[in-house]
Structure formats: C-alpha cells, structure tokens
C-alpha cells in the first residue's frame, strides 16, 4: 500500500476470508502531522462505486511518522464477505495512502 497508488503486481492482495491475520505496511504521501488517523475499509463493486464498511480514527504516537503498519483479521472488519475492497488512510480530508485487496472464499 502507497501514498494514493495502487501496490504493485509483485505485493500480495488477494487473500482468503479464512486468514487469521493480513499484514500491510501504507507508505504515507507526508507525515501525519497529527495525533490521530482515519482508518477506511470501503467495498468496491466492478463498476467501480464504493461503498464504506468501516471508519475508525487511530491514534497515532508520533505525528511525524510517514509509514504505517498494522496487522489484524480485515474480513472481521468487512462481514467476512469476499469482495474487492479499498483501504485508505486519511487526515484532514487528505489521502495519505490507499491500496486494494481481494478477499476470496
């Protein structure tokens, strides 16, 4: 996951609902510059809308951080419903990083 690209074909992003854990790591466009985050998980269908299944604000330790990394069940945080989905993190309405994943059964 990069600063408002998509990852890479070599990064992993199809995963099965079954994983316990996904791990990723978002290469922010700057640094935080706050003490907090907002997290989104958004279902995206073929056509391209987007739907959001999950926001949270993260507290974040060091505002000067411009990578962040996390690992935790995502088909928790999305029904385990498999589906294309879109994650990003923003602050102050901007972008910082967003990548694509596939949950598949």
Same mark, same amino acid.
């Given at each position: 996951?990069?600063?408002?690209?998509? #990852?890479?074909?070599?990064?992993?992003?199809?995963?099965?609902?079954?994983? #316990?854990?996904?791990?990723?790591?978002?290469? *922010?466009?700057?640094? $935080?510059?706050?003490?907090?985050?907002?997290?989104?998980?958004?279902?995206?269908?073929?056509?391209?809308?987007?739907? $959001?299944?999950?926001?949270?604000? *993260?507290?974040?330790?060091?505002?000067?951080?411009?990578?962040?990394?996390?690992?935790?069940? *995502?088909?928790?945080? $999305?029904?385990?419903? #498999?589906?294309?989905?879109?994650?990003?993190?923003?602050?102050?309405?901007? $972008?910082?990083?967003?990548?694509?994943?596939?949950?598949?059964?």
């Amino acid at each position: 996951m990069t600063g408002s690209q998509t #990852p890479s074909s070599s990064d992993a992003r199809s995963f099965k609902t079954t994983y #316990p854990e996904i791990a990723w790591s978002a290469d *922010l466009t700057r640094a $935080v510059g706050a003490t907090s985050i907002e997290w989104v998980l958004a279902s995206q269908s073929a056509s391209g809308t987007e739907r $959001v299944t999950w926001s949270q604000e *993260l507290d974040i330790s060091n505002p000067d951080s411009d990578l962040l990394a996390n690992k935790l069940d *995502l088909a928790f945080f $999305v029904d385990d419903e #498999p589906g294309t989905y879109v994650m990003r993190y923003i602050e102050g309405g901007e $972008v910082l990083a967003e990548g694509t994943f596939t949950l598949v059964e």
